[in-house]
């Protein structure tokens, strides 16, 4: 049994192994068990445990005494098996288990966690998606890195993985835009600084539209007119898009991150009517004061509208043809929309007008929530004009992170570039190590402490795994034929049994979209490895010491790099 281990080199997980063992044992199956498997409250009860009551029936015996036949019938290399009242408690063989770990680690690599189960299988991201002529604020931020750790993941699970950006290129705000680009704006000022600059102007339009009410006709009259392919119309739009869209890159290019495409919602202006059709097709349509809507009453929920009074179309009627769109083209196993709480009933609509539609596969479809992000404690809002732009916080951050390199390590020889991972690192961090749903809040000092819960202290961690092995007298292909009783203290054992769970974490992390419990797990075993490196001589004077616990150093930093890159985070090697 010990042998399936070592010959798959699998990075197999303590209850996964003794469910395959046990499972040949009883009439369970290996899920089964591993459902029922318990990890005992302290070491003297084993490493993991099963308890035995549910097996009553079957045998027709007391709990107790199942535990003990079964103990006794057990047999295997790895681990051994003993009855403590009505449970059978397992021990596994640490030195060996803990040896045969790390090297499946170390032959793993840069593919450490790695899985299977996504393939064949399509997941389409929907995520980061910011408005064209507004700024890029820290909410989109969330969705950007919320959205591009939920693509890494899948990645990871073997899945193909379509990333799109639905920018927010159509709507009526760009007939208010194009009223107010002829009132008041300004060529060059637009070129110079074009987010700022429409800002401006749109916060304007929006002043004195409340005195004359009359600009808001005008600015309808524009977008229908965009809708209908006006020359003039169009010309103006495309150069907000250009323009909104230099600035953007700027940002993901700091973020590192890249989309497969970017399909934004004018994208489908010639595809609605094909949504329009069906709808009314299978009478779902109605008239309502002018508009054309769907009836939801049945479904609890406020109609979905469709079509404006004036024709024009709205945004739920393009995300409708975008649905039937991604289906047809990459026929997805699920898609995910990363998108804030506000929008909560939107999507429950969207969803709702699908099943309506007939599409049985409207429940592959997920929105995936997430909370306010403040700023040092306050809202932020695009029209009263107390946004940040998101960009002039990366730059602050990347500063701050270079200062404190400056006092810690100032002869770090590509130092801009650490400056700039540690910086990025951190806001990035502060965002996904909470649960998605819960609010976060920005604060410099929170999000730079390099002793706190935080991307530096991370990334600092495992700059450190790699510098042990800098300083030691071996290299990373010297480790090898690993002595696992050198990696048997309290701290490298905790260590040992962490690393195990790696692929269960990213699965977990993956199937509820929750990139919070891969940066918690990562917070936790670099707290675990900091405890180790303060607890024990890595460079023991005993080679094999040295080897072994140089191993699991090298384990750990595999692990770290891997979790770190997938949710978006640069790993230097040295800080
Ligand atoms: N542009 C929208 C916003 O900033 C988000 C779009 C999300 N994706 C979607 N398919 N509706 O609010």
């Known amino acids: 049994m010990f042998f399936y281990v070592h010959k798959e080199r699998k990075m197999i997980n303590m209850k996964k192994y003794v469910a395959k063992v046990f499972s040949t044992y009883i009439n ?23 308890p035995c009551f549910s097996l009553a029936k079957t045998f027709k015996k007391a709990p107790q005494m199942i535990a003990e036949e079964l103990a006794d019938a057990f047999k295997d290399d790895l681990v051994e098996a003993k009855a403590i009242g009505p449970y059978l408690n397992f021990f596994f063989n640490r ?31 929907d995520y980061s998606s910011p408005n064209i002529a507004k700024p890029f604020s820290l909410p989109h931020l969330r969705s950007t890195m919320i959205g591009n750790a939920i693509v890494k993941l899948h990645q990871a699970l073997g899945y193909k993985v379509v990333g799109i950006n639905h920018l927010g290129d159509w709507g009526t705000q760009f007939g208010k835009e194009i009223v107010a680009y002829k009132k008041w704006g300004n060529d060059e000022a637009i070129r110079e600084n074009p987010i700022e600059e429409l800002v401006k102007i749109y916060i304007k339009f ?78 779902l349509l109605e008239e309502s004061e002018g508009a054309m809507i769907v009836d939801l009453s049945e479904q609890d929920m406020p109609p979905a509208l469709i079509k404006k009074k004036d024709g024009t179309s709205i945004y739920a009627t393009r995300d409708l043809a975008a649905a039937l769109y991604r289906k047809d083209t990459f026929d997805f196993e699920k898609l995910f929309y990363v998108v804030g709480n506000e929008q909560f009933l939107h999507f429950q609509q969207i969803f709702a007008v699908m099943k309506k539609m007939g599409y049985k596969w409207a429940d592959q479809m997920q929105h995936v929530p997430f909370g306010l992000m403040l700023f040092e404690n306050k809202k932020m809002s695009t029209r009263k004009g107390t946004i940040v ?42 965002d996904l190590k909470h649960h998605r749903m819960h609010e976060v809040n920005f604060s410099w000092e929170e999000a730079l ?34 002595e696992g009783q050198f990696i048997q203290g309290e701290a490298a054992w905790n260590l040992v049994v962490m690393l195990s769970q790696y692929s ?39 080679m094999d010491e040295q080897k072994a616990k140089l191993g699991l150093s090298l384990a750990v930093s595999y692990t770290l790099q891997h979790g770190l890159t997938i949710i978006g985070l640069k790993t230097p090697s040295a800080i």
């Not at 369970?28 to 099963?50: C, Q």
């Open 28 to 50: 369970l199956s290996e899920d089964e068990i591993v459902s029922l498997l318990e990890t005992p409250p302290n070491r003297e009860m084993g490493d993991v445990a099963f």
């Open 206 to 283: 929006h002043e004195e539209a409340e005195k004359h009410p009359e600009l808001e006709d005008e600015a309808r009259e524009w977008f229908k007119k965009l809708e209908e392919g006006d020359e003039e119309a169009v010309r103006l739009w495309k150069w907000f898009v250009e323009e909104s869209l230099k600035e953007f890159n700027k940002i993901y290019d700091l973020l590192g991150v890249s989309f497969d495409h970017f399909m934004g919602e004018s994208f489908y202006n010639d595809k609605m009517d094909r949504v329009i059709n069906e709808l009314t097709d299978k009478g």
């Open 389 to 430: 732009l998101l960009e002039e916080v990366l730059q602050k951050s990347i500063e701050m992170a270079d200062k404190i390199i400056e006092e810690k390590n100032p002869n770090l020889p590509n130092r801009q570039e650490v400056a700039e991972a540690i910086g990025v690192g951190a806001i990035i961090f502060n």
């Open 95 to 125: 030195s060996k288990y803990a040896a045969q770990l790390v090297e499946n680690i170390l032959a793993k690599k840069e593919k450490v966690g790695e899985g299977e189960e996504g393939k064949g299988k399509t997941v389409v991201v």
């Open 504 to 542: 269960d974490v990213l699965g977990k992390a993956a199937n509820r979209a929750e990139p919070s419990i891969l940066a918690r797990y990562l917070l936790d075993i670099s707290a675990q490895f900091n405890r180790f490196y303060h607890q024990e001589r890595i460079i023991a004077e005993n």
């Open 449 to 482: 402490n390099f002793e706190g819960e935080t991307g530096p202290y991370v990334q600092y961690t495992n700059a450190r795994t790699q510098s042990v092995l800098r300083k030691s007298d071996f290299e990373e292909k010297d480790l090898i034929n690993l």
